[in-house]
């Protein structure tokens, strides 16, 4: 159960603020919906209460929580052999089931792996990408959480990038 104003992580959608908490009638029955402000996108979306469990939705990070993790990203970083014995393809679907998941362990071993394997390769178009997403995800929750600007979220998440 979410609240107005819950900071909250929407996996494969983005991060947000619960806007609302509303019941409409759809196909006849009464139910609740949470509304949902989108970060950095000014997207505004829908979501049934009875959805946020199989959508993985989830509240973000404590400030401690995430400082942990992110001084200690190298206890989620997969040995650099054993992410080159699968192929980019292996890989790739992987980190999208780990992406749809969306818990902040999820989202710092992709780009904690991935960040490992561009060092020692290029990555493909689609890893890139995940990268990429994956990155403004977590940056967007460290904002959130900590209450600090984008371009300090990145520094942050850099510099802990830097001790892999």
């Known amino acids: 159960m979410f609240n107005v104003g819950d900071k909250i992580v929407y996996p494969s959608q983005g991060v947000g603020v619960i ?4 019941e409409k009638e759809f196909l006849g029955k009464m139910q609740k919906y949470y509304r949902i402000h989108l970060v950095n996108n000014n997207l505004k979306l829908m979501l049934p209460a009875n959805r946020s469990e199989v959508c993985n939705l989830r509240l973000i990070s404590e400030s401690n929580v995430l400082d942990k993790a992110l001084n200690n990203i190298n206890k989620f970083s997969t040995e650099l052999e054993e992410l080159n014995s699968s192929n980019c393809k292996a890989r790739l679907h992987d980190n999208t089931i780990k992406f749809k998941l969306g818990t902040l362990k999820d989202y710092i071993e992709i780009i904690s792996n991935l960040t490992q394997v ?6 493909n178009t689609s890893e890139k990408q995940m990268l990429t997403n994956t990155k403004k995800f977590l940056i967007n929750e460290i904002c959130l959480s ?9 520094t942050l998440l850099d510099n802990s990038l830097s001790l892999i």
């Open 118 to 123: 561009s060092k020692d390769h290029n990555l």
């Open 146 to 154: 900590k209450e600090i600007s984008n371009t300090e979220a990145t």
């Open 19 to 22: 806007d609302v908490v509303e």
